[in-house]
């Protein structure tokens, strides 16, 4: 009896030491690396010791889930959650992709709405720390531009809900925005209407004003006076009028800054980006594509003004940037300034691959209209995660040896071995093959997106798409969701976001970092080691 309690006691005393030990290590070198910490230490360690994804305490564990109920979600199915805390750091930056040795979710868990509208997790988690670059959360103020876009009344308000996500609003300095709006192409709008549509955007800070066009004109010639109009409302600030489409999207109003920041607005500049689509860029050459975004001096905007009659006379193309091109190039020497990094999204199908590249892009386009693969590519949702983690949209990275999350796309599970056998710094090729120009060597979008990898069969990845993404309780949840079919349940994997309070409170935004090569080792220090590499394996390839 006394050799049993002299045991007892011995091996207290052990792992006591243990505790105190690792505390020791954590205060002096940090957190600890999970790949050391025995299996029966950890569980006793206090929370900012253990191991990222050690199982924490049940009755922490229990989730309401009900609001699933609204997307009619068929009952049974699959679910598993994970909480994200970001962290702001200095040394951090964005890169195609971010490996992280542990896996993004536990293991899944059947649930079912009809039975209850609260479930207890089974496989239950940690906070995944996740470190992003310092970014500031200080009001854009993007005053020294002006916004132009032509379109119908429905389409704008339609895209009042993005605009919202990035266009300054008058509360910070914000860029104005002008919009000639008709009701159809054969019909003029109610001027009622328009003051209504005009109202309800200012209620959302946006400052708006929408016109009739000039009378007579056609749909090209209402885009070419975009031009006109802009430089007319000109102030002491403005330096940049901005030719956009209705389903343009900015994701980083601070990235687009600094960019336009390096060009002197008191010289003639013509800045925007060519089609990705090769077919395109032969048939109407060197110009800024409109849904990029075309961004004129001041300078050169009065060129135009100075021109209008004469271009509009001179010109008969069907499209508004040609007119514009047209113009520039008959009355000045100026040239296109081609930034790839706005994107006119000139291609069909499929666009995953573009999305799951890592890339931050400065513009998207194409949201609305070409999504011929059934996907909805609501921007506003899935650009409503930026709030939580700065320009980290789009955003991957790369958990154990077969997940990646694509930040507000998609998750993507991928059958084992597949990730090693890849290029990551390339686009997978998912997208439909553009038009073949004669004679030509580039393949479609080689100069813009390609060369591509391979398109992935349905047996080696496993798509989680964006569902729903929404602000509550202080962060940002989204789901994703896998359909299931011939039989299979489907699955539904949730994300919350939320910020962690910066520790150092005059901590100032670096610049952004935008297309940077994937370095493999790069942030692995800012990622802990999981531990149990083959059971975390088999989870995720469960969850897949």
Known sequence: ???????????????????????????????????????????????????????????????????LDRKDRSSPFQYARRDIVVRQSSTAKRTLLTKVNEPLFPDVQQADLSADSSIQLEYCKEPLVLHVPAYSKKPVDASNIIFGIQTTMQRLD????????????????????????????????????????????????LDVTLVPPFAGDSFSERYFSLVKIMYNHRNDQTQWISLIDDDTFFP????????LAK???????????????????????????????????????????DNYAKCKDESHTTAGDIRVKECIYAHSNVKLTNIPELHQVDFKGDKSGYY?????????????????????????????????????????WQFGKDTILSNGFSVAIYSKGILETIDL????????????????INHGFDHS??????????????????????????????????DGKDGQLDTVLELFWTEEEARDKDIEAEKPVGQEKADQSENENLATESEENGKDEQQLQSVG
């Open 263 to 305: 060009h002197d607005p008191k010289e003639q500049h013509y800045i925007g980006s060519l089609s990705e689509d090769w077919w395109s860029v032969s048939v109407y050459g060197l110009m800024g594509f409109g849904g990029a975004g075309v961004f004129l001096s001041i300078a050169l905007a009065e060129v135009i003004d």
């Open 252 to 259: 980083s109003m601070h990235s687009l800054l600094e960019t």
């Open 1 to 67: 009896m006394l050799l049993r309690s002299g045991l007892c006691a011995f091996v207290s005393l052990v792992s006591l030491t243990s505790i105190i030990l690792i505390a020791h290590l954590y205060s002096t070198q940090g957190a600890p690396s999970a790949d050391w910490i025995p299996d029966h230490i950890a569980p006793h360690l206090p929370a900012q010791l253990r191991p990222h994804g050690a199982d924490i305490n049940k009755q922490n564990c229990s989730r309401r889930i009900d609001w």
């Open 158 to 205: 339609d895209t009042i809900e993005a605009l919202v996500r990035w266009l300054p609003s008058t509360r910070a300095e914000g860029a104005k925005l002008f919009v000639i709006v008709k009701e159809s192409e054969e019909l003029e709008a109610n001027e009622g209407a328009m003051k209504d549509l005009e109202l309800k955007m200012r209620a959302q800070d």
């Open 356 to 396: 799951e590249s890592g890339h931050l892009p400065l513009s998207l386009h194409h949201w609305k209209d070409w999504s011929t693969d059934g996907a909805d590519y609501l921007l506003a949702k899935m650009h409503l995660v930026s709030d939580i983690c700065g320009d980290c949209f789009m955003q991957r």
């Open 425 to 440: 710094d390339r686009m997978e090729g998912t997208w439909d093959p553009g038009n073949q120009v004669e004679g030509s």
């Open 449 to 482: 997106l390609g060369p591509a990898r391979r398109r992935l069969g349905a047996d080696e990845k496993v798509q989680y798409m964006l569902l729903e993404a929404v602000a509550i309780d202080g962060g940002v949840r989204q789901t994703y969701l896998h």
